[in-house]
Nanobody, 114 residues
Framework: QVQLVESGGGWVQPGGSLRLSCAAS????????MRWYRQAPGKQREWVAG??????HYAASVKGRFIMSRDNANNAMYLQMNSLKPEDTAVYYC?????????WGQGTLVTVSS
């Protein structure tokens, strides 16, 4: 079973940037879709961004500020987060979905505050 491990979270001031990583213990080629989700305190988990081999899509709340990338050669994906806002504060999760597969990482906390 492939495992996903997020890293790169931390504290950043509003307007700052962070880059999250999601490392897989095996090939991510088995995932048809890879996605980032987040869950803010007291709120439901929400979708942030997703990528297939064809294209990448973003939630309206992050479009133009976040960039998702997928590196099949290194079995990893990334989320570059720019112009961060306090409302981006959340635990961020990566997810890999494919045939009979729905794998989640343990999450990494991002805190945006002054």
């Amino acid at each position: 079973q492939v495992q996903l491990v997020e890293s790169g979270g931390g504290w950043v001031q509003p307007g700052g940037s962070l880059r999250l990583s999601c490392a897989a213990s095996g090939s991510i080629g088995r995932f048809s879709i890879m996605r980032w989700y987040r869950q803010a305190p007291g709120k439901q988990r929400e979708w942030v961004a997703g990528t297939t081999t064809l294209d990448t899509h973003y939630a309206a709340s992050v479009k133009g500020r976040f960039i998702m990338s997928r590196d099949n050669a290194n079995n990893a994906m990334y989320l570059q987060m720019n112009s961060l806002k306090p409302e981006d504060t959340a635990v961020y999760y990566c997810n890999g979905w494919g045939l009979n597969l729905d794998i989640w990482g343990q999450g990494t906390l991002v805190t945006v505050s002054s």
